[in-house]
């Protein structure tokens, strides 16, 4: 099943993303943002990133899993 065949479950990282404005946010932020675990909010985000609704902005080398930091492409 693809990604985009989730539409709620897109749509709510989509707008935790929104809302986390040009400071972007990482997987764990969208977690603690949506209620969703922090393996499928890093999926949608990777996903949002490859269809260009999203971009990465840095990854936090101090992070144990070097969580990257997106946020909406505007």
């Known amino acids: ?7 709620y479950t897109r749509e709510l990282v989509e707008r935790a993303l929104s809302e986390a404005g ?13 209620g969703l675990s ?7 985000l990777d996903h949002l990133v490859d269809v260009g609704t999203a971009e990465t902005l840095a990854y936090d ?3 144990v899993d070097l969580q990257a930091r997106v946020r909406v492409r505007g």
């Open 61 to 63: 080398a101090e992070e």
């Open 1 to 7: 099943m693809s990604l985009d065949e989730l539409p």
């Open 22 to 34: 040009d400071d972007g946010m990482s997987a764990m932020e969208c977690a603690d943002a949506t």
């Open 38 to 44: 922090r393996s499928s909010t890093r999926r949608y």
